[in-house]
């Protein structure tokens, strides 16, 4: 049960999802940014959560598959900038990095005609929870006992019990591999969408990247690095030897499959869509005019790409959005993550 306990904690207190419909007079987006200060504390000009990140570019090189089920332009033939930001599941900027932390990868695809794609996306299998309402439950139930620094077992037993589709999502989520870094993860949408093609068929769809570095699944029980940034520095070291790349594939959904309920996986064998290349060539800290300042806001799309009926997917953007506003007048604090110049290091 302790164990069980600290794997809890760690994803409610780190995942930037706070999905779900928000009942005014239950939970609004401000109060559940209220639960992540709560719980974490509040560090002026960081986000609420996902606090610890550094910021990447490349491009993303279509191969025209996806044209058949979408409309949107970064689908057709050619090759499109993207920037984005790598970030740990934590709500606080200078926790060590560890091997089993949750890592996430947004990004913002630069379109024609000022439109513009993000996305946010984890190295998970599912959502723990699938509303507002459980999440901030979640968060809650595993925040640390002011008497004993740690979260409260019975408590977090007690909320899985109630709520038996955390329980199934979180036992996922747990028996997850974990990667050694960054560059070997892979990264899912957890929420469905709705690709759009020409002809107005609509597809839904969730989407994954899918890592082309070979480096081997961290061994279980390696011991922690020492380095607290080891997680970034090693992603700056991988990049001094040559770029990153990931496939940007589609799984389509079949009749039946659950498109509004993320602690849900579609069952194994469903058509696939090869998206294209996405090829990560730069890192470089936060700062002002760069990453820092996004706002990955997931119902940013283009035509083409519409939402879901899942609920996390307002929520998370409502959310966000009081996320961005806080820390955007708030005095900005320089990143735990830097990278001094190394030979070989693209910075």
């Known amino acids: 049960m302790a164990t069980s306990a600290i794997v809890v904690a760690g994803l409610a207190g780190g995942l930037a999802y706070a999905g779900g419909l928000f009942s005014p007079d239950r939970l609004t987006p401000s109060g559940i940014v209220d639960t992540f200060q709560n719980v974490n504390g509040v560090h002026p000009g960081f986000r609420r959560n996902h606090t610890k990140g550094a910021c990447i570019s490349g491009t993303f090189e279509s191969t025209g598959a996806g044209a058949r089920l979408s409309k949107a332009v970064v689908f057709a033939p050619g090759t499109r900038p993207v920037t984005g930001r790598l970030a740990v599941a934590v709500g606080k900027p200078f926790v060590p990095d560890n091997e089993t932390l949750v890592r996430s990868l947004a990004l913002r695809f630069e379109l024609p005609d000022g439109e513009e794609w993000r996305t946010g996306m984890n ?96 061994p279980a029980g390696a011991s922690k690095p020492t380095d607290p940034d080891y997680l970034f520095d090693d992603f700056a070291a991988r990049l001094g030897r040559g770029p990153v790349q990931w496939r940007l594939v589609a799984t389509i959904a079949q009749p039946g499959d659950p498109t509004d309920d993320a602690t849900q996986p579609w069952p194994e064998g469903r058509e696939t869509v090869d998206l294209g290349t996405l090829t990560v060539d730069h890192i470089d800290a936060e700062a002002s005019g760069n990453c820092r300042d996004v706002n990955f806001d997931p119902l940013v799309l283009p035509s083409g790409i519409a939402p879901s009926d899942d609920p996390l997917l307002s929520a998370r953007s409502a959310a966000y959005s009081v996320s961005f506003t806080r820390r955007a007048g708030e005095a900005k604090t320089p990143s735990e993550v830097q990278f001094p110049a190394k030979e070989g290091n693209p910075q």
């Open 123 to 218: 190295d998970i299998p599912v959502f723990p929870v699938p509303t507002a309402q459980d999440f901030n439950g979640l968060l809650v139930a595993t925040a640390a006992d002011p008497a004993t620094g740690k979260p409260d077992p019975a408590r977090i037993s007690a909320f899985l019990a109630a709520h038996p589709k955390a329980a199934g999502a979180l036992k996922r989520i747990k028996e997850r591999p974990f990667t050694a870094g960054f560059a070997d993860a892979s990264y899912n949408s957890l929420n469905a969408f709705r690709f759009i093609a020409a002809d107005g068929t609509i597809t839904p769809v969730r989407w994954s990247l899918v890592a082309l570095d070979s480096s081997p699944a961290d």
